[in-house]
């Protein structure tokens, strides 16, 4: 064993073990979490670090692009996987020099990875070896910590999710609750919830780590809590500016969802509030988009915000009533029948149109046709249908059979 890493096991600073890890490889040298959270980092060679440290050093932790960078070229998965060191090489896009990293394990279980920076010369065997030898007390250290940190977590979860079960009567229980378990209260705050479409245990699990990775790289604090087959993100802000939270929920959504294109995943938006005893609210909100979503049959539908949600918040009600009167719009049915018989698409351009608030310019150019060939079609339609384009509530009835006759499809 090596003199350096003989006194490295001996250490329990993990700023310490860092400074003398760099100054043993002469290498700028950054430990994170297995959530890609800053932990530490070598100041010895700081003016070296390439634009993608000096971001996470900013931050404290990777932003979202450069995450969703990693995930796309498979490294994280690669950290995952490969139990030795390995080289990672430049992504000039986001400013990443070529580096060395390795998991932080202990007992099978990644906590953390040691990034090297391989400029000016590669590492040898002897330093690469040196290198996986240190990870597994820093990985050790790390665990120490976890568990303390695990402990915490629970804490927040029971406490949140008494609130959203509405546990506590008065807004002043929930801060003196808050203070005896040592948790900050944001100023404001929004409930992202995510869930599968099927009951599937390891698509639950790479979706709650997915979302945990993506939340844990917001610019606003986030709290995560599994509650059977729904993942609740709870954002927070210490401002009360619901838009920034607003922007960051839907950020998350997207990017999340990105990540799972072949399996089905919903997800929800509630509003922001100021006040901790509106988070159920919030929480209820997120699940009625996610209702909505399920009862159309598609995760894409127009919007992932609760505020946003419009006449889809009543689409399964009027089914039912509609369902129970046995309503049919009789217009839609002859431009369905007509669609069948001449391969038109009337249907498709009455929605679009509708979509567009009757104006002509947005809807051609949606539909990708000339704007006298969409007024041929709006004449086809009017003159097949007793549709009348300028009556308010037609084209609000209109507009819901359509989503219902979608669903029905």
Known sequence: MSQPLEKIITMTDINEITDMVSAFLKKPIVIESDQFSLLSYSSYYIDQFDQAN???????????????????????????TI???????????????????????????????????????ILTDYEFEFLHNVSFHIGKLLYQKNQLKLKKDEEKDQFYKKIIEKSYLTENQIKWEAANIKVIIPDAFIINVFTVAQIDEDIFEELTETVRLFANALNQPSHLITDQLKIIVIIGSTSQ?????????????????????????????????????????????????????????SPKQPTYEYKRLGVFRYLETISRQQSETSYINEDILILQKKDLESQTNLLTTLEVLLLNNCRLKPTAEQLFIHINTLKYRIKQITDLTAIDLEDFNTRCQLYIDLQLMKREK
């Not at 000039?92 to 990034?115: M, T």
């Not at 929480?283 to 009625?288: C, Q």
Request: aromatic share 10%; charged share 20%; no cysteine.
């Open 241 to 297: 500016d619901p838009s920034r939270l607003s922007e960051s929920a839907n950020e998350l959504t997207n990017t999340v969802l990105s990540q799972f294109k072949k399996h089905t995943v919903f997800a929800g938006i509630g509003s922001a509030y100021s006040s901790i005893l509106q988070l159920s609210k919030s929480y209820t909100e997120a699940l009625e988009v996610i209702t909505a979503a399920k009862f159309i049959g």
């Open 83 to 121: 139990p030795m060191p390995f080289r990672v090489n430049q992504i000039i896009d986001i400013g990443l020099n070529p580096r060395v990293v390795v998991s932080a394990k202990y007992k099978d279980q990644i906590f953390g990875y040691i990034w090297v920076q391989e400029t000016d010369r």
């Open 54 to 80: 000096q971001q996470t050093i900013f931050t404290k932790r990777w932003p979202i692009p450069i995450l969703e960078k990693f995930m796309d070229e498979g490294i994280v998965e690669q950290l995952k």
